[in-house]
């Protein structure tokens, strides 16, 4: 591994240099008689870290093409192949030939440590090497003193602790090997996240700066801190309610910053701002992160390696089964506590924590009695509304269109409606997606399910304010709804804007996400598009425009404050038939019919989400998060994008068959929104879902419904979500409770309402961050989790340290060679 990659790196003291960058003074006490003199706009600049080249890249390019070109070939090669190693044998002579291979390893192991080495003439040699055991053992038995110490201040509870050197379980080698790549991959990210302002956990974060600064790593007591400062931590309710203040008079009422004057430019796929026309003229924008694709790509080809590296996998493999193992022991010493911490909670329980429903679809936010009464109402109260045109582009009321379709006010029910996911949608999504037509006429999800129709979305405005008004009602319930944009025109945003701001459509209980389906084949071939660069600038320029001149987009600027991210939507499972690598066109030149890759799709949202996020931040509005469907089925390289680029994902399922990944998600502690039911009816069978295993592990997870017009049954779907994971995976009050609190975490509310439902310290780490009153989370059920991802990057930093000594010391003294 060449030196560079350090390089990249930002570490936390870059990431608080880009927090502290504030709105220029000059646009905050601007005077009024400055109105009338051009805006100054005279933001920082930044610039993205491109990429060296080094003669390691054809390798990482050589493995990458492997891997890629074994995963074009189908899912047959997969079929075929033997029981993966880090998947539990599926023939006896497996089983046998592994565990020999792990016993070989071991007794080499013990051939290559040093007494073994050790001539039985060479006796100074022995002396030396027993001093050095002994002086080992004295250090261990100081860490234990001072991890001891830094127990005092921790909730007690029963710990696992593994005492002794190299309790990694592999060799010495491997472990260093593998805690060098694990450690390049988490800087990866790390750069990745720091540039599109998203966010990364501090305390990998530090351990990460730690190994650059080479300093021994602080451990847990950081964690620890804040509960030492302990009126910080007692704020009582009463002075911070867990209500937050109820928003007064029209949510849609707000300023609008004046307009600075920028100009954008699209070129190669990404939007380039320049301060004025001068600067446009002479090419010259300003100096912020415009991603390089070269550096993209060198990245993306490292991590391929890795995930196909062998004895990183089964390294992996092992921490995560350590982590399994480690959760049952955990739960098997501490459950009668935990559950005893949660009974000494006044009024909480899990019914009144806040859980937030990460991931759903606003078009099927819905159940289906819900929209089958809906539309009952409408046919009884309102038969004469236009509400469509035929195919000769004659009016038609709602009367008019139920005729057509011979179908009654008293007829119609749930069955005929016939929205819902069944055995027959299982691993087809073509059926899954007519699915989203009700009695399977296109016409009537125009009219119903449509926020740009004949009759302005009203009728969907309607349901949607129905949904929010049960959510509201259950109080406890939020709901982050997903709403198109396609791309395919330039007015799509301020229709959709205005949509939601002529309806009111707001709640306290949901913000919006945006969601781009990956559907440029089918623009492109009915001639809506020219070239994959139309969709982005359909996408971005408008959400520039805004942010350079909100009065421009009145209505967009006004919806854009209860948006929070981006989401990119479609079938996974599509093969894929090109890839996206050095010599793929850019944008404005991919006007071929084939749909780009996965891959090709998130690097360029995320390319245009930095640069907006960076000119959003200097203009003191809020930014926005990457937060795709990811790793529902399909290839695992979607996953790979999902870690270089989102600050979330939904869905994950592919995870469980990619273990270096999987371990990745949890060092870095991605959040991922999964939908076992949605899963249950598409793709993956209820009781095969890795949920429960990845929640063991203490991956970030969180619970939703994705479509609850398709799979669900009750007025409350996130509730019965949460029912049916705990009925049959077992899961406890506190299991669950865990879970919601990760969801509010994740999601894309606003810092000061997240403060108000998980206490003022959320975001800090360990204990500290925890209020157990409000979130009804023991505190030693996080303190077990915190301490647990420590000893876990303490292991793979301290083996990236070693690696990084013993290639200095091979590099400085080679007579030994
Ligand atoms: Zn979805």
Same mark, same amino acid.
């Given at each position: 591994?060449?030196?560079?990659?350090?390089?990249?790196t930002?570490?936390?003291?870059?990431?608080?240099?880009?927090?502290?960058?504030?709105?220029?003074?000059?646009?905050?006490?601007?005077?009024?008689?400055?109105?009338?003199?051009?805006p100054?706009?005279?933001?920082k600049?930044?610039?993205?870290?491109?990429? %060296?080249r080094?003669?390691?890249?054809?390798?990482f390019?050589?493995?990458?093409?492997?891997?890629?070109?074994?995963?074009?070939?189908?899912?047959?090669?997969?079929?075929?192949?033997?029981?993966?190693?880090?998947?539990?044998? &599926?023939?006896?002579?497996?089983e046998?030939?592994?565990?020999?291979?792990?016993?070989?390893?071991?007794?080499?192991?013990?051939?290559?440590?040093?007494?073994?080495?050790?001539?039985?003439?060479?006796?100074?040699?022995?002396?030396?090497?027993?001093?050095?055991?002994a002086?080992? +053992?004295?250090?261990? @038995?100081?860490?234990?003193k001072?991890?001891?110490?830094?127990?005092?201040?921790?909730?007690?509870?029963?710990?696992?602790s593994?005492?002794?050197?190299?309790?990694?379980?592999?060799?010495?080698?491997?472990?260093?090997?593998? *805690?060098?790549?694990?450690?390049?991959a988490l800087?990866?990210r790390?750069? $990745?996240?720091?540039?599109?302002?998203?966010?990364?956990p501090?305390?990998?974060?530090?351990?990460?700066?730690?190994?650059?600064?080479?300093?021994?790593?602080?451990?847990?007591?950081?964690?620890?801190?804040?509960?030492?400062?302990?009126?910080?931590?007692?704020?009582? %309710?009463?002075?911070?309610?867990?209500?937050?203040?109820?928003?007064?008079?029209d949510?849609?009422?707000?300023?609008?910053?004046?307009?600075?004057?920028?100009?954008?430019?699209?070129?190669?796929?990404?939007?380039?701002?320049?301060?004025?026309?001068?600067?446009?003229?002479?090419?010259? !924008? #300003?100096?912020?992160?415009?991603?390089?694709?070269?550096t993209?790509?060198?990245?993306?080809?490292?991590? @391929?390696?890795?995930?196909?590296?062998?004895?990183?996998?089964?390294?992996?493999?092992?921490r995560?089964?350590?982590?399994?193992?480690?959760?049952?022991?955990?739960?098997?010493?501490?459950?009668?506590?935990?559950?005893?911490?949660?009974?000494?909670?006044?009024?909480?329980?899990?019914?009144?924590?806040?859980?937030?429903?990460?991931?759903?679809?606003?078009?099927?936010?819905?159940?289906?009695?819900?929209?089958?009464r809906?539309?009952?109402?409408?046919?009884?109260?309102?038969?004469?509304?236009?509400?469509?045109?035929?195919?000769?582009?004659?009016?038609?009321?709602?009367?008019?269109?139920?005729?057509?379709?011979?179908?009654?006010?008293?007829?119609?029910?749930?069955d005929?409606?016939?929205?819902?996911?069944?055995?027959?949608?299982f691993?087809?999504?073509?059926?899954?997606?007519?699915?989203?037509? !009700?009695?399977?006429?296109?016409?009537?999800?125009?009219?119903? %399910?449509?926020?740009?129709?004949?009759?302005?979305g009203?009728?969907f405005?309607?349901?949607?304010?129905?949904?929010?008004?049960?959510?509201?009602?259950?109080?406890?319930?939020?709901?982050?709804?997903?709403?198109?944009?396609?791309?395919?025109?330039?007015?799509?945003?301020?229709?959709?804007?205005?949509?939601?701001?002529?309806?009111?459509?707001? *709640?306290?209980?949901?913000?919006?996400?945006?969601? +781009?389906?990956?559907?440029?084949?089918?623009?492109?071939?009915?001639?809506?598009?020219?070239?994959?660069?139309?969709?982005?600038?359909? %996408? #971005?320029?408008?959400?520039?425009?805004?942010?350079?001149?909100?009065?421009?987009?009145?209505?967009?600027?006004?919806?854009?404050?209860?948006?929070?991210?981006?989401?990119? /939507?479609?079938?996974?499972?599509?093969? &894929?038939?090109?890839?996206?690598?050095?010599?793929? !066109?850019?944008?404005?030149?991919?006007?071929?019919?084939?749909?780009?890759? @996965?891959?090709? @799709?998130?690097?360029?949202?995320?390319?245009?989400i930095?640069?907006?996020?960076?000119?959003?931040?200097?203009?003191?509005?809020?930014?926005?998060?990457l937060?795709p469907?990811?790793?529902?089925?399909?290839?695992?390289?979607?996953?790979?994008?999902?870690?270089?680029?989102a600050?979330?994902?939904?869905?994950?399922?592919?995870?469980?068959?990619?273990?270096?990944l999987?371990?990745?998600?949890?060092?870095?502690?991605?959040?991922?929104?999964? *939908?076992?039911?949605?899963?249950?009816?598409?793709?993956?069978?209820?009781?095969?879902?890795?949920?429960?295993?990845?929640?063991?592990?203490?991956?970030?997870?969180?619970?939703?419904?994705?479509?609850?017009?398709?799979?669900?049954?009750?007025?409350?779907?996130?509730?019965?979500?949460?029912?049916?994971?705990?009925?049959?995976w077992?899961?406890?009050?506190?299991?669950?409770?865990?879970?919601?609190?990760?969801?509010?975490?994740?999601?894309?509310f606003?810092?000061?309402?997240?403060?108000?439902?998980?206490?003022?310290? $959320?975001?800090?780490?360990?204990?500290?961050?925890?209020d /157990?009153?409000?979130?009804?989370?023991?505190d030693?059920?996080?303190?077990?989790?915190?301490?647990?991802?420590?000893?876990?990057?303490?292991?793979?930093?301290?083996?990236?340290?070693?690696?990084?000594?013993?290639?200095?010391t091979?590099?400085?003294?080679?007579?030994?060679?």
């Amino acid at each position: 591994m060449t030196s560079e990659l350090f390089f990249f790196t930002s570490g936390p003291g870059s990431k608080k240099k880009m927090d502290k960058e504030q709105i220029p003074d000059d646009i905050l006490h601007k005077d009024a008689a400055d109105e009338f003199l051009p805006p100054s706009f005279e933001p920082k600049s930044l610039m993205f870290p491109k990429h %060296i080249r080094s003669n390691m890249d054809e390798k990482f390019k050589e493995l990458a093409d492997k891997i890629l070109n074994r995963s074009l070939q189908g899912q047959q090669y997969f079929q075929k192949e033997v029981t993966a190693p880090y998947e539990v044998p &599926e023939y006896p002579i497996e089983e046998r030939e592994s565990r020999s291979y792990f016993e070989r390893q071991l007794s080499s192991r013990s051939h290559h440590s040093p007494v073994s080495e050790i001539s039985p003439s060479d006796r100074d040699n022995l002396e030396v090497f027993r001093f050095d055991q002994a002086l080992q +053992t004295q250090d261990s @038995y100081d860490e234990i003193k001072e991890v001891r110490e830094e127990y005092l201040l921790a909730p007690l509870f029963q710990r696992i602790s593994i005492v002794g050197e190299n309790n990694s379980g592999v060799p010495i080698k491997d472990l260093e090997e593998a *805690s060098k790549s694990l450690v390049t991959a988490l800087m990866i990210r790390e750069k $990745y996240m720091a540039v599109s302002q998203q966010s990364f956990p501090n305390i990998t974060a530090r351990f990460l700066q730690n190994l650059e600064d080479k300093e021994e790593f602080k451990g847990l007591s950081e964690g620890f801190k804040g509960l030492m400062e302990g009126s910080v931590r007692q704020k009582v %309710i009463d002075d911070h309610p867990i209500n937050p203040p109820e928003v007064k008079g029209d949510p849609f009422q707000c300023e609008f910053p004046e307009n600075v004057g920028c100009h954008l430019r699209m070129k190669h796929g990404i939007v380039y701002v320049f301060k004025n026309k001068e600067s446009l003229e002479n090419d010259k !924008p #300003f100096d912020w992160p415009y991603i390089d694709k070269d550096t993209f790509l060198a990245d993306q080809n490292m991590m @391929y390696a890795f995930i196909s590296d062998g004895p990183l996998k089964s390294f992996s493999y092992r921490r995560l089964s350590y982590l399994s193992a480690r959760f049952q022991l955990h739960v098997l010493l501490n459950e009668l506590k935990e559950s005893a911490a949660q009974r000494e909670v006044p009024h909480r329980d899990f019914y009144n924590i806040r859980k937030v429903d990460t991931h759903v679809h606003a078009s099927s936010c819905m159940n289906q009695k819900h929209l089958v009464r809906f539309i009952k109402k409408m046919m009884r109260n309102h038969p004469n509304d236009v509400v469509c045109k035929d195919n000769d582009g004659k009016e038609m009321t709602l009367r008019q269109v139920f005729d057509s379709m011979n179908i009654t006010t008293f007829g119609i029910n749930v069955d005929m409606l016939d929205v819902h996911a069944d055995r027959n949608t299982f691993h087809r999504f073509d059926k899954f997606n007519a699915k989203y037509n !009700p009695v399977g006429e296109s016409r009537l999800r125009e009219i119903f %399910i449509k926020t740009d129709n004949y009759i302005d979305g009203k009728y969907f405005a309607h349901t949607i304010k129905e949904v929010m008004s049960d959510l509201e009602e259950s109080k406890y319930q939020m709901a982050e709804l997903r709403l198109s944009i396609y791309g395919k025109s330039r007015d799509e945003w301020d229709k959709l804007a205005m949509w939601a701001v002529n309806h009111r459509v707001y *709640s306290p209980n949901v913000m919006w996400m945006i969601q +781009t389906p990956r559907l440029y084949d089918v623009y492109r071939s009915n001639n809506l598009v020219k070239n994959f660069q139309d969709i982005l600038e359909n %996408i #971005f320029l408008p959400l520039f425009e805004v942010t350079s001149d909100p009065k421009s987009h009145p209505e967009l600027h006004n919806f854009l404050r209860y948006v929070s991210g981006f989401d990119s /939507v479609d079938d996974e499972s599509k093969t &894929e038939h090109i890839r996206f690598d050095y010599d793929s !066109p850019t944008p404005d030149l991919w006007t071929d019919e084939q749909n780009p890759p @996965y891959s090709y @799709y998130i690097y360029y949202m995320y390319a245009n989400i930095v640069v907006l996020n960076h000119f959003r931040r200097e203009r003191g509005l809020h930014t926005f998060t990457l937060r795709p469907h990811c790793g529902e089925a399909g290839n695992v390289t979607h996953l790979v994008a999902g870690f270089m680029l989102a600050e979330n994902i939904n869905h994950g399922l592919v995870l469980r068959k990619v273990p270096v990944l999987q371990y990745l998600y949890y060092l870095s502690q991605i959040g991922i929104a999964m *939908s076992p039911l949605s899963n249950n009816s598409l793709f993956l069978s209820y009781h095969r879902n890795p949920l429960p295993e990845y929640f063991a592990r203490g991956l970030n997870v969180s619970l939703s419904t994705d479509d609850p017009l398709q799979f669900h049954f009750t007025k409350e779907p996130l509730i019965e979500e949460y029912s049916i994971a705990a009925q049959v995976w077992k899961l406890n009050s506190c299991d669950m409770c865990e879970i919601a609190r990760n969801s509010v975490i994740m999601s894309g509310f606003p810092h000061s309402v997240k403060q108000h439902w998980l206490g003022m310290n $959320y975001m800090k780490e360990g204990v500290a961050g925890n209020d /157990v009153s409000r979130s009804n989370v023991p505190d030693l059920r996080v303190a077990y989790r915190y301490e647990t991802l420590v000893d876990e990057l303490k292991v793979i930093c301290r083996g990236a340290q070693s690696y990084n000594s013993t290639q200095t010391t091979s590099k400085s003294s080679p007579a030994k060679i």
